[in-house]
């Protein structure tokens, strides 16, 4: 074991919780010590750093997630995917000049999914209340926590869009209209308010069961005053995205009172080629380059130094795929300073998955998206969730 290490080796006798956060990865050592298991310890942290990441996260995101029940010896997949709007249709888009759906904004939101996806993993695989899910994220908003330079950094560069575009974001996160100083404390209220309803619900409903009280947890977020506070905020207050234009939200409270997240079987696939194999266990989602008929490019890269995502691209006829390979490893060299050593084995390669015919670019996802974009090759979506989030070298 190596003496000294930024990522030290973490070992316990009944479990060990990590998140990125040290509040976060606390509360969850909390709810470990309190009883709870590693599902209960998941969801706690999620929570947490909804409120202490927000510019990596939030509880309007999403959270495909896989669980692995020691007792059932099975992996289960939960969706973790909320949908898009009923009335966000392509004729909608046409009848509104929108013929490419902007990385920000309103329009691209989708039903939140983390509240909806943990009640349904606390309840199937957890043993705590949703109230002792929730309580260390409340005392967190409640409280308040310091600010670190990582927050510092982004609050700065964003701070004039925070201003002028989304005002009650800064009325958080940009006090007095200055961006906080490291180690000054934010606090959020109305985000230990939101997760109180859910608790005082619960609360109502926990002589029917802890399932029962989970849901009626659950459903006062998606069927209740939450669900009703954002239909009714994104609908009245325009905001200016990318394309220019400012554009309202479209989601409604039937969007989020009709969704679920789901418990779904595991499916699984290889990617095959020279190297170690790869199994690919979903939720997940590949990429395709190249629009097919009635395609959208999907042009909203990302920068190349996105190391820790890794995904497949599959490559139709008509393209090269080792450029695109070569061309990737390049531009992930670059990105890294030089440190593509630090990730084991070959990160960007050609194989198979599946039955498919293409060949894939198997890689860290912004390397590959840094490639296309040199190389003028659109790419867009072709899978049903996220991203490949588990890995297997056999």
Not at 51 to 71: F, H, M, R
Request: proline share 6%.
């Amino acid at each position: 074991m190596p003496e000294f290490t930024t990522r030290p080796t973490i070992m316990g006798t009944r479990g060990v919780v990590t998140s990125g956060h040290y509040l976060a990865t606390a509360a969850g050592f909390r709810i470990m010590e309190q009883g709870g298991n590693a599902i209960d310890a998941a969801a706690t942290m999620c929570f947490c750093l909804n409120l202490l990441e927000p510019q990596s996260n939030g509880i309007g995101g999403e959270v495909p997630t896989l669980i692995y029940s020691a007792k059932e010896r099975r992996v289960f997949a939960i969706s973790g995917m909320g949908w898009s709007p009923k009335d966000f249709t392509i004729e909608w888009c046409r009848q509104n000049g929108v013929d490419l759906i902007p990385g920000d904004g309103y329009l691209p939101a989708t039903v939140p999914a983390v509240v909806g996806t943990w009640a349904i993993a606390v309840s199937r695989f957890g043993t705590m209340s949703f109230s002792q899910i929730l309580q260390p994220v409340i005392e967190l908003a409640e409280n308040g926590y310091p600010v670190y330079q990582r927050m510092h950094d982004r609050l700065e560069q964003f701070s004039e869009s925070f201003l002028s575009l989304y005002p009650t974001t800064a009325a958080i996160y940009l006090p007095d209209g200055r961006v906080p100083e490291v180690g000054q404390i934010i606090r959020n209220p109305d985000f230990a308010t939101s997760m109180k309803i859910m608790r005082d619900a619960e609360e109502s409903a926990k002589s029917q069961g802890r399932v029962a009280g989970i849901e009626a947890a659950r459903d006062a977020f998606y069927k209740g005053p939450i669900a009703k506070r954002i239909a009714e905020f994104i609908r009245a207050n325009p905001v200016m995205d990318v394309s220019g234009e400012a554009h309202t939200g479209l989601l409604s409270e039937e969007d989020m009172a009709e969704w679920e997240a789901t418990v779904e079987q595991i499916d699984m696939a290889m990617v095959n080629g020279p190297g170690p194999r790869w199994a690919f266990m979903g939720p997940c989602m590949t990429f395709h380059v190249g629009g097919g008929e009635g395609g959208m490019a999907f042009n909203a890269l990302v920068p190349a130094q996105r190391a820790n995502s890794i995904t497949a691209i599959r490559v139709p006829p008509g393209h090269d795929a080792e450029a695109v390979r070569d061309l990737a490893r390049e531009r992930f060299q670059v990105a890294l300073g030089g440190g593509l050593e630090q990730l084991k084995g070959d990160v960007f390669r050609i194989g198979h998955m599946g039955d498919l015919n293409e060949p894939m670019i198997l890689g860290a996802l912004g390397g590959i998206e840094a490639a296309l974009q040199c190389l003028h090759i659109p790419h867009g979506r072709g899978g049903v969730t996220a991203a490949i989030d588990y890995l297997a070298a056999g």
